[in-house]
Nanobody, 126 residues
Framework: QVQLVESGGGLVQAGGSLRLSCAASGRTFSSYAMVWFRQAPGKEREFVAGITWIGGTAYANSVRGRFTVSRDKDKNTMYLQMNSLKPEDTAVYFC????????????????????WGQGTQVTVSS
């Protein structure tokens, strides 16, 4: 059974940092892109950042320069380092894995991702 499990969320003050992890089990995702989405209360789920199977990255404009996505293929885990957090970053953060092997570009369409975690809450206080 394939599982993606996010961890590392929590409550932090504006300007602080958090590091999210997404641990995969049941299958190796070394040849698949992996991404982070987030969903704030009352808003649609939106793309945050992603990393291809060869390490290419993409970011939403709202987080570029503050967030960094990375992965450890040996651990089958993806990370999201979030710095300079703002109250508007408050959301549930979800990780997901691509349904297509060896895609060279990050797509921001949710339906392209076959596997999803349950989400981790990030709350940034002002």
């Amino acid at each position: 059974q394939v599982q993606l499990v996010e961890s590392g969320g929590g409550l932090v003050q504006a300007g602080g940092s958090l590091r999210l992890s997404c641990a995969a089990s049941g299958r190796t995702f070394s040849s698949y892109a992996m991404v982070w989405f987030r969903q704030a209360p009352g808003k649609e789920r939106e793309f945050v950042a992603g990393i291809t199977w060869i390490g290419g990255t993409a970011y939403a404009n709202s987080v570029r320069g503050r967030f960094t996505v990375s992965r450890d293929k040996d651990k089958n885990t993806m990370y999201l380092q979030m710095n300079s957090l703002k109250p508007e970053d408050t959301a549930v953060y979800f990780c997901a894995a691509d349904g297509r092997v060896r895609r060279l570009a990050i797509v921001t369409t949710q339906s392209e991702y076959d596997y999803w975690g349950q989400g981790t809450q990030v709350t940034v206080s002002s």
